[in-house]
């Protein structure tokens, strides 16, 4: 809760400070989030939940918390060339970043649908406006308004799926603690069960938007690719973590009735994965490759969510960890190579290996660790997932979901297509660029370093990290 | 453990280390390395027990733990790897890549995630390991390769990684329909009851990762292609070590499988096996390209190894073991020659080559020693091996014995072929180009050929290593309780 | 069927709606007597003569100022309800709405230095 505040207050400042000093904004919304981050370690001793029962910041809400305040540290901390385009305004970009975030916080804890509206809405909203907020470029701004006709859209339909629940049950609440909470909904009406599955459905319509998870991903691949890049790695990390969250929640919440939605999902996140490999078969740029490989990594995520069962919390955790990372450094790269040569191509990043071959290294350890390579951390989090899944296959009569592991294993064979094709870039073609690209900076570099660090040795620490979820 | 750390260790030092110091250092690692196994194998009481390096908790809520333990015949497989590597280092030594730190750390990777896979008691360990050992030669072939290295390499990795994600999936199958007591452990997988069409498609995604691994008819078509395009040392890596991570996989990993699914599954792919013999020899005596028609030879040899392991017998398996030893030694020594001989002549066609023994007389001497193992002539280590295999096919199967005995003769057609175009005949005006052995080579082919007869004449030591390991696992298998 | 019994009203009150509305625009098409001229479609502007096109390019900074406008509008209506509960809310509805107004305040001082509010600049 305090975090929450702490990203708030840093937001405004940030805004203030850009009007005296622009120089100064970057470093002020850094060290805001890392005491935003100390402050999550507060949050998670002292679990908060407020009078009227509209959050309830858990164990469990604190650490996804703490996971997209450090993904927004990374972010704004490396942005120092990735925010140019900005300008005198790149204040006001971090500012809605930092909003954005906010929302994402208030969706890993709600514990009432109006809330969830609201996070829905405080997440989205400024990334309409970040999604364009290179001006004078069109793709930024097609991409912008694609992004907010689509997504206003989505919206209207998840706030009429609220309604429809509120309408079948007589509640807003989700969750045990409260009597009248929704799944009590027959106390409140006679049996309008079609009703509330309509809205739940069309809730998850709603939100598996902004996940972008098949056949709701239209919107991804043009508005990823349009935006600046500083905007799609947070779209793609943040954006993905707090939807994914707030879906699970809100499926665990109704329990029992979950089950006739575990078909769906599992539809979904066949769908998924299939249309995002595919599509990303035949990209020629890697900006909008990443793009269509997020809308596979949804289709994982939600393979998890088809388990039904608590334990997917930790799981979707470490996934989410592992893919955040890993895309972070390969935004961040891509980002810096893209800044020199003017290109999101693959040709952009022949022979990167020579010239820079840290960065082309660390770059690799991305992508192999997306492509789920042991012992990267992106390999255990596609495995937990699917041994979840075998697990509950094993214990039921029919088998679970074990044809949708199976999908998943056959596509991520055909990503480590698309994949490499950045590897074999870096590594073994000759350059082709005319634009040197400089050297990065070394604080950078160091955080990249970090980061796949981190993807190396998190599996080992995997069991403390469960451990902390059930606390 | 160690056997693990110092090549991460080492691996890890090429970082910070230039030129010839690397080179220096890296082989220094993989000897120190290969003296920890000669004293590990001395310490071994041959008696087929397993001893434990390592066994701490990893992942508990999955039922990973991290184990390592070693019997005779990881034993037998970690020294044929430390055996290597020294000599694939020795091989590319005066290449422009062997000098390269990024080539010998990834080498030091691989040999790390190859002891892995062998002393791996985990099945998820296991996988770990077996996935990690690809990345490095991945990157060898494809960073030093020949003409189109990144498509074929790419078609490698894909390939591979079909197979081996199957594995995983096998792996689940068999951890959450199986009985297992305690998560992954070998042991307790092992002794686990699983309803038989579970145990099926578990079978399955063991033998399609393996079977690419070797690789088995008709799951071969990366691997001429890659052996050719592949450096020589990545060569080496691959046929010498890599493949036998495949048939170590069939003895540790896919026969306690075997009881469930029926012994009709064995048969099947004993065919399969002495298919490839066949088919490898003949596509091998067309060769013109000496990597090429190495390359098919291996998938032959390998046939055969394979053929012995799918008897399920004493015999076939201790020759399968003992053959997967001698065939990295030889299949190693022959990649070196050509190596050898491509780097003075600029060129591995068999049409342009003529008379070498001439201007080399040990070279070829040591070259013939080599051939000879591979052919299998007696008192090299070739014929311990195959004639022990060859036994205990035809015992299993009278028909597909004589067919896989085809295998020496086609064997002997093609290598002498290419001994007698590449060695023998007119000297060559082209052959002044042939420089005398350099030290490394000259150590590096010299321990090959020791080794080649020391096993022909004297096997018993090799043998009593892996003996009692094999019975013991023998009769734990047969131990198995099918579920009515 | 209860449930369905108490959206009957709201059925009839739509039903009535639209037919009234449908009704008159029908009856009005029927019964009107029609004359064009010049005159009469012209558009009508208070009895002055109207010039040019209608859609003119409006300065871009009059939008500005009317969405910041409807902020502080919907501002106002927000305190309507509080007024109506003043006493019930008490000191902590008191310092929640201050909370709110601050936020505004915060929020018109950084539109105020930013510039939106100056028309010339």
């Known amino acids: 809760m305090i975090a929450l505040v702490t990203v708030l207050l840093t937001a405004i400042i940030t805004l203030f400070v850009n009007l005296v000093n622009t120089k100064w904004s970057r470093p002020v919304a850094t060290l805001g989030l890392a005491v935003a981050l100390g402050v999550c370690f507060y949050d998670f001793s002292n679990p908060y939940e407020d009078a009227s029962e509209m959050l309830y910041f858990s164990h469990a809400s604190t650490i996804f918390s703490g996971l997209t305040i450090l993904i927004g540290l990374i972010l704004i901390g490396t942005s120092e060339y990735s925010i140019t385009y900005a300008g005198k305004n790149r204040g006001d970009v971090y500012a809605l970043m930092l909003f954005s975030i906010c929302g994402a916080l208030i969706l890993f804890a709600y514990s009432n649908l109006l809330m969830l509206f609201l996070g829905v809405e405080i997440l989205s909203i400024p990334l309409y406006v970040l999604a364009g907020s290179d001006k004078d470029n069109l793709a930024s701004n097609e991409s912008s308004l694609k992004y907010f006709l689509q997504g206003a859209f989505a ?80 779209m793609a990390t943040v ?66 969510i088809t388990i039904n069962d608590p334990i997917i919390i930790p799981t979707l955790l470490f996934y989410l960890l592992a893919y955040s990372l890993s895309t972070l450094v390969l935004m961040i790269g891509m980002s810096w190579v893209a800044g020199h040569t003017g290109k999101h191509d693959f040709t952009a990043f022949n022979g990167l290996a020579k010239k820079h071959p840290i960065l082309a290294g660390l770059m690799a350890v991305a992508m192999l660790s997306m492509a789920g390579l042991p012992p990267l951390s992106g390999f255990f989090g596609k495995y937990f997932i699917f041994a979840e899944v075998f697990n509950q296959g094993a214990l039921s009569k029919d088998g679970g979901f074990w044809w949708l592991v199976l999908v998943a294993a056959i596509n991520s064979v055909i990503s480590i297509y698309y994949y490499f094709r950045i590897i074999i870039a870096m590594f073994f073609s000759p350059a082709i660029s005319e634009e040197e690209v400089p050297a990065m900076p070394r604080i950078n570099l160091f955080v990249l370093g970090l980061m796949c660090l981190g993807l190396l040795i998190a599996p080992l620490f995997a069991t403390q990290l469960y451990g902390l979820m059930f606390y | 453990m160690e056997l693990i750390l110092i090549p991460l260790f080492f691996a890890a030092v090429q970082f910070f280390v230039k030129g010839r110091t690397a080179s220096w250092l890296a082989l220094a690692s993989t000897l120190v390395s290969l003296g920890w196994t000669i004293c590990m194998i001395s310490g071994y009481a041959m008696d087929g027990s397993t001893v434990n390096l390592v066994d701490v908790e990893w992942l508990k809520f999955a039922g990973i733990r991290f184990t390592l333990a070693y019997d005779g015949i990881a034993l037998m497989m970690v020294l044929l790897t430390n055996l290597a590597l020294p000599i694939i280092l020795l091989a590319s030594w005066d290449r422009n890549y062997g000098k390269s730190p990024l080539y010998l750390g990834l080498a030091l990777l691989m040999q790390a995630a190859l002891v892995g896979v062998f002393l791996a008691q985990d099945g998820i360990l296991f996988y770990v390991f077996w996935e990690l050992a690809l990345i490095p030669i991945y990157f060898i072939s494809a960073i030093w390769g020949g003409e189109n290295k990144n498509r074929i390499t790419l078609k490698f990795f894909i390939y591979t990684f079909f197979g081996s994600i199957f594995m995983l999936v096998g792996l ?313 | 069927m209860e449930q369905n019994a108490s959206y009957l009203p709201i059925l009839i009150q739509a039903a009535i709606a639209i037919g009234f509305v449908g009704l008159v625009l029908v009856l009005t098409h029927i019964l009107g007597p029609r004359r064009y001229s010049k005159k009469k479609v012209e558009n009508f502007e208070c009895g002055i003569e109207s010039e040019g096109n209608a859609r003119f390019p409006v300065s871009v900074k009059y939008f500005l100022t009317a969405i910041l406008f409807v902020l502080i509008d919907v501002e106002v209506i927000f305190f309507y309800p509080y007024a109506v509960n003043f006493r019930e809310m008490g000191v902590q509805g008191f310092l929640a709405v201050v909370m709110f107004v601050a936020f505004f305040l915060v929020g018109f001082i950084y539109i105020w230095k930013k510039g939106a509010l100056e028309w010339e600049k």
């Open chain 1, 155 to 234: 919206t209207g339909i998840l706030l009429f799926g609220i309604a429809l629940v509120y309408g079948a049950s007589g509640s807003f609440f989700i969750g045990g603690s409260k009597a009248n909470n929704i799944i009590n909904y027959q106390l409140y009406s006679g049996g309008g069960l079609t009703m509330f599955n309509m809205g739940v459905f069309m809730m998850m319509f709603g939100l598996a938007f902004k996940i972008a998870a098949a056949p709701f991903h239209f919107w991804s691949a043009d508005v990823y690719e349009g935006a600046p890049d500083l905007i799609t790695s947070f």
């Open chain 1, 239 to 304: 954006v993905k973590t707090a939807g994914i969250v707030a879906i699970t929640i809100f499926l665990l919440s109704i329990g029992f009735l979950n089950k006739q939605w575990e078909m769906t999902f599992a539809i979904m996140a066949g769908l998924s994965l299939v249309v995002g490999n595919f599509s990303a078969l035949k990209q020629m740029s890697f900006k909008r490759t990443l793009a269509y490989s997020s809308i596979s990594h949804a289709g994982y995520l939600m393979l998890g």
């Open chain 2, 172 to 484: 689940l199958l068999w951890k959450s329909y199986g009985s297992s007591t305690n998560g992954f452990a070998w042991m307790s997988l092992v002794q686990s009851q699983i309803p038989s069409d579970i145990a099926f498609w578990a079978f399955l995604g063991f033998a399609l990762a393996f079977a690419i691994k070797l690789p088995l008819f008709p799951f071969h078509t990366w691997q001429p292609d890659t052996y050719t395009v592949a450096p020589a040392g990545g060569t080496m890596l691959l046929s010498g070590i890599m493949l036998k991570m495949g048939l170590f996989g069939f003895i540790k990993w896919a026969l306690p499988l075997v009881p469930h699914v029926g012994e009709n599954m064995m048969h099947f792919l004993s065919v399969l096996a002495v298919i490839g013999i066949v088919y490898g020899s003949i596509i091998a005596i067309k060769q013109n390209d000496m990597k090429r028609l190495v390359a098919f030879s291996s998938m032959a040899h390998v046939g055969l190894i394979a053929a012995g392991i799918f008897t399920q017998s004493l015999e076939g398996l201790q020759g399968a073991i003992i053959q997967m030893l001698n065939h990295g030694i030889t299949a190693i020594g022959l990649f070196f020659v050509i190596d050898v001989i491509e780097r003075r002549m600029e060129t591995r066609e068999l049409t342009l080559l003529s008379g070498i023994a001439k201007v080399s007389p040990v070279f070829a001497v040591m070259t013939l020693i080599l051939v000879m193992g591979s052919v299998a002539v007696p008192l090299t280590n070739g014929f311990v091996g195959e004639f022990i295999l060859l036994k205990s096919v035809f015992d299993s199967n009278a028909t597909l014995g004589v067919i896989a005995g085809l295998t020496i003769i086609f064997c002997a057609v093609y290598l002498l072929r290419m001994v007698q175009f590449s060695l023998f005949g007119p000297s060559n005006a082209q052959n002044e180009k042939f420089t005398p052995l350099t030290w490394a080579e000259g150590i590096g082919l010299g321990t090959l050929c020791f080794f080649v007869l020391w096993i022909g004449i004297n096997p018993d030591p090799f043998f009593g290593l892996t003996e009692r390991s094999v019975s013991n696992l023998l009769s734990l298998f047969n131990a198995i309780k099918v579920m009515p």
